[in-house]
T-cell receptor, first 114, second 114 residues
Framework: SAVISQKPSRDICQRGTSLTIQCQVDSQVTMMFWYRQQPGQSLTLIATANQGSEATYESGFVIDKFPISRPNLTFSTLTVSNMSPEDSSIYLC???????????FGDGTRLSIL | GNSVTQMEGPVTLSEEAFLTINCTYTATGYPSLFWYVQYPGEGLQLLLKATKADDKGSNKGFEATYRKETTSFHLEKGSVQVSDSAVYFCALSDNAGNNRKLIWGLGTSLAVNP
C-alpha cells in the first residue's frame, strides 16, 4: 500500500491564524481525501481532492474555511483558515478507495488552537 | 442512506480474554466492509477487509465475517493482548459509481489490562 506522509505532525496555533497541512504520497493516486477527527470522535470527511479539478466538499465544510490544493498526483494541501478553538482536531489525509479497495491513511496532524 | 452502527465502548478486558466488537450496517447494493485500528497517538491502519458476502477478513489474530443475512461484520479475537489497546472503527464503502467515500462507525475504544 502507499506510504503517506503528513506534515506537520502536530502544531499549536493562535486563534485567527491559518495553518497549511501537507500530504505527500510515494506513488501517484487519483483520489485523496481529507478528514477531521474531533477529540474522542469518529472521522468526518471534509472533502475529496482529485488532481486537476476543484475539491468536492461535504456538507458543513466550505472552501473559504478549508481551501485545498491538489497540484499533482502525489501531493495535496489542506489549509485551516481563521482558526478558532473549535478547529482543534486531528486532520488526516487518505488515498485509495478504488472498487473494493480500502483507503490508507497518513499519521495525521494534531492541531490545537489556543 | 448507508450507515454503520458500532457497539459503544469503552470495552475493558483482561489479557487473553475473548473479544467481540459488534458492527452492523445499512447499505444498498454490495458494499465492501473494513475494520480500522487507531493506536494511541497514531493515524488509522487498515486491520482487515471483506468485499462480498461470507468473506472472512483476518489479520493479527483478528477476524470478521461479512454476513449479508444479518448485515453484520463483527470483529473477534480469541485472546487479546495489552498491545491491542486501541480504538477500532468499522467502515463501509458502497462501491457505487465513482464515489468511494467511506461511511464510518463511531469507534469502539478497547483497553486490555495485564
Amino acid at each position: 500500500s502507499a506510504v503517506i506522509s503528513q506534515k506537520p505532525s502536530r502544531d499549536i496555533c493562535q486563534r485567527g491564524t491559518s495553518l497549511t497541512i501537507q500530504c505527500q504520497v510515494d506513488s501517484q493516486v487519483t483520489m485523496m481525501f481529507w478528514y477531521r477527527q474531533q477529540p474522542g470522535q469518529s472521522l468526518t470527511l471534509i472533502a475529496t481532492a482529485n488532481q486537476g479539478s476543484e475539491a468536492t466538499y461535504e456538507s458543513g465544510f466550505v472552501i473559504d474555511k478549508f481551501p485545498i490544493s491538489r497540484p499533482n498526483l502525489t501531493f495535496s494541501t489542506l489549509t485551516v483558515s481563521n482558526m478558532s478553538p473549535e478547529d482543534s482536531s486531528i486532520y488526516l489525509c487518505s488515498v485509495g478507495g478504488g472498487l473494493n479497495q480500502p483507503q490508507h491513511f497518513g499519521d495525521g496532524t494534531r492541531l490545537s488552537i489556543l | 442512506g448507508n450507515s454503520v452502527t458500532q457497539m459503544e465502548g469503552p470495552v475493558t478486558l483482561s489479557e487473553e480474554a475473548f473479544l467481540t466488537i459488534n458492527c452492523t450496517y445499512t447499505a444498498t447494493g454490495y458494499p465492501s466492509l473494513f475494520w480500522y485500528v487507531q493506536y494511541p497517538g497514531e493515524g488509522l491502519q487498515l486491520l482487515l477487509k471483506a468485499t462480498k458476502a461470507d468473506d472472512k477478513g483476518s489479520n493479527k489474530g483478528f477476524e470478521a465475517t461479512y454476513r449479508k443475512e444479518t448485515t453484520s461484520f463483527h470483529l473477534e479475537k480469541g485472546s487479546v493482548q495489552v498491545s491491542d489497546s486501541a480504538v477500532y472503527f468499522c467502515a463501509l464503502s458502497d462501491n457505487a459509481g465513482n464515489n468511494r467515500k467511506l461511511i464510518w462507525g463511531l469507534g469502539t475504544s478497547l483497553a486490555v489490562n495485564p
